[in-house]
């Protein structure tokens, strides 16, 4: 989400960066209104907002609105369900709430009910976040398993629970479900490791900025043509250096630079309390780019 310097959301950029987003050839949908976004420190009326601007500016391209409901309130999670498909949003991005961390995994209730309260005010198709294991945020996998059987809108889970084992185990046994979940992964910094063991698609907030080498990745992958998947890795993996190294909360923050080097946002804002990265680190992003080829002309244009 770019901002003006003074904070505010910078719309007339946000609708240019979706278009660039759009036009990439094999993206479906654009997730809005989650991390890569700031969703925690945007508003709700600012969400509501990108929500209608999304839909508004996708129209008729063939790219899917897809609305992050994060919140720690189940109450206003429904309301932000209605709200996004009264909007004419065509799926939900569904966040585990942030207190779950001390202990939801044991209550797996706790759980149904928030699903309870997004499915009983819309009947959107839902990506279900996995969270990592990490983060004390993950569903248990029997837990996982039941959601999914109980709320038949759940069509995908957007995977980023960091084991590769847990990963391929939840990606076979969603597929075995008598109506089978997809698996979409957001294991940003081993895409080909996490699409070779036979994830459906990808979500990832580094298609913020490298759409169409994640869009080559997946097609090669799907293909078999290991020789091309490991050739298009190459040039992704500076940017996994370049995004994901530590501390990890500042990835969206080095998108937002990246994009800025490549001439496709103006500024680098982020609101409070993330902090801008220090000149040493956008040199180094800089230079990632220059490592993957990737340059203002050829982002969004990988098969040119």
């Known amino acids: 989400m770019p901002f003006d310097p003074d904070f505010a959301i910078d719309e007339r950029a946000y609708r240019r960066h979706l278009n660039d987003i759009a036009a990439v050839d094999g993206v479906d949908a654009i997730a809005i209104n989650g991390h890569a976004a700031e969703v925690h420190a945007l508003t709700i009326e600012e969400q509501h907002r990108a929500v209608a601007v999304t839909v508004e500016e996708l129209a008729g391209q063939g790219v899917a609105t897809l609305v992050g409901i ?9 309301r932000l369900a209605a709200r996004a498909q009264a909007e004419g949003a065509q799926g939900l991005l569904v966040f585990p709430p942030d207190f779950m961390a001390l202990g939801g995994h044991l209550r797996p209730e706790m759980s149904i009910e928030h699903l309870k309260h997004i499915t009983g005010a819309s009947d959107l198709p839902i990506i279900l976040f996995q969270y990592p ?29 960091g084991d590769g084992n847990q990963h391929e185990r939840q990606i076979r046994e969603l597929k075995a479900l008598d109506q089978p979940v997809r698996t ?22 580094a298609g913020s900025v490298i759409p169409d080498l994640q ?4 097609r090669a992958v799907q293909s078999g043509d290991l020789t091309q998947a490991q050739a298009v890795n190459d040039r992704i993996y500076p940017m996994v250096r370049a995004f994901y190294d530590a501390p990890l909360l500042d990835m969206h923050n080095r998108m937002k630079e990246a994009l800025v080097l490549l001439g496709k946002l103006e500024r680098a ?9 220090i000149p040493a680190e956008i040199t180094k992003i800089g230079k990632m780019l220059s490592a993957a080829g990737i340059t203002g002309n050829t982002v969004y244009g990988y098969a040119a």
């Open 70 to 78: 994060y919140s720690n309130s189940s109450l206003e999670a429904g």
């Open 215 to 218: 869009v080559a990745l997946f």
């Open 184 to 205: 979409l992964t957001t294991h940003s910094a081993w895409l080909l490791g996490s699409l070779a063991l036979g994830c459906d698609g990808l979500l990832s907030g």
């Open 269 to 277: 804002v982020v609101r409070p309390p993330l902090m801008k990265p």
């Open 133 to 161: 294991l990490i983060s004390n945020l993950s569903y248990p996998l029997s837990t996982l398993i039941d959601l999914c059987v109980r709320f038949p809108s759940i069509r995908a889970v957007k995977d980023q629970i």
